[in-house]
């Protein structure tokens, strides 16, 4: 699944699998404090380094989809040394966590969380990913949101209902995931954000399976300016991601679809060779670098067990 971490190969650094879904929280601070523990799952305790509004971004975004689809979802299974790694000198951290769809009943093939911290030159690199990923019992798209941030001025921020079809050739589709859902007003919606332009990935690989409704924004704020990234995050970017989740579980996640055996066997493809290609061009090629030889095997081999490609 080309999401996560490998959708950007200009920013050069992966990111690893979230963590279990939460409940929704009490209230706005504690959401930004903690992950209450979910179905015996367990969260990842905390966002380290996140500012305020970057935490109740992701406790929201996972309290809304372990709201409607934590019963769909097993507790997970990732190895504690994955759910929470770092480098020898301490200047990367990492926390990731992948809970698998139920066997019978569930369109869910996994839901993959993570957060990523790095002390670099240039300054502080925080990246936080949720990635939705449906089985072939369903031939709905999947669901993918990143947020970046190197500095307290600088976002990027992906979101997207990724296409399994081709939408030329199944125009339905189109309509059904595209149109019909009214999808890209979301997108129309953060372009009107101060500072908000086009971001391109530099993988011509990566572009080609984003849809055309996809949210892929830089938002930079001038450094005397009025406006702020934490209320860009808490005011535009929050109710965006939550209306775009919510989108993914009604039409996505909770849609009966009647998918065919042939075609059942090429979504299994075309989803493996998305797993693999991020693989490839993302974990394997950045976290070695920023972790380490031995960390960086150990949380490639957990996610590619998750994506079943090993």
């Known amino acids: 699944m080309l999401l ?3 959708f950007h190969p200009s920013r050069r650094f992966p990111s690893p699998p979230l963590p279990p879904l939460r409940r929704p929280m009490a209230s706005s601070s504690s959401s ?3 992950v209450v523990a ?3 799952g367990g969260w990842l305790p905390e966002f380290p380094n996140l500012s305020p509004s970057h935490r109740d971004l992701m406790a929201g975004i996972l309290s809304e989809i372990d709201s409607r689809a934590g019963p769909l979802l097993l507790p997970s299974s990732v190895p504690a040394d994955v759910r929470s790694f ?3 000198q301490g200047t990367c951290r990492g926390a990731l966590d992948i809970r698998p769809g139920v066997v019978d009943g569930s369109t869910i093939d996994f839901i993959l969380a993570s957060w990523l911290h790095c002390e670099l030159p240039f300054g502080a690199l925080d990246i936080t990913t949720m990635f939705g990923f449906l089985n072939a019992t369903t031939d709905a ?3 993918l949101m990143e947020f970046i941030q190197s500095s307290p001025k600088s976002l990027i921020i992906f979101m997207d209902l990724l296409p399994r079809k081709d939408l030329v050739l199944h125009p339905d589709h189109l309509t059904t995931f595209y149109e019909d859902t009214h999808i890209d007003k979301q997108r129309l919606e953060l372009k009107k954000v101060t500072g908000a332009l086009p971001y391109f990935s530099n993988s011509l690989y990566i572009r080609s399976v984003l849809s055309p409704t996809a949210i892929a924004l830089n938002i930079s704020l001038a450094e005397d300016g009025e406006v702020n990234m934490e209320e860009v995050l808490r005011d535009r970017v929050s109710p ?4 775009v989740a919510r989108t993914w579980l009604d039409k996505c996640v909770c849609s009966e679809r009647v998918v065919s ?3 059942r066997a090429d979504l299994v493809r075309r989803d493996s060779l998305i797993k693999t290609k991020t693989v490839e061009i993302d974990l394997a090629a950045n976290l070695p670098r920023l ?3 031995d960390v960086a095997e150990r949380v490639v081999e957990a996610i590619q067990k998750a994506f079943k490609i090993k």
Not at 240 to 243: A, D, I, Q, T
């Open 261 to 263: 055996e042939v075609e």
């Open 32 to 34: 930004s404090e903690r």
């Open 240 to 243: 965006v991601s939550k209306e």
């Open 141 to 143: 798209p999947h669901l």
């Open 291 to 293: 972790f380490g030889p």
């Open 86 to 88: 770092e480098n020898e």
């Open 4 to 6: 996560l971490p490998a």
């Open 38 to 40: 979910a179905g015996g």
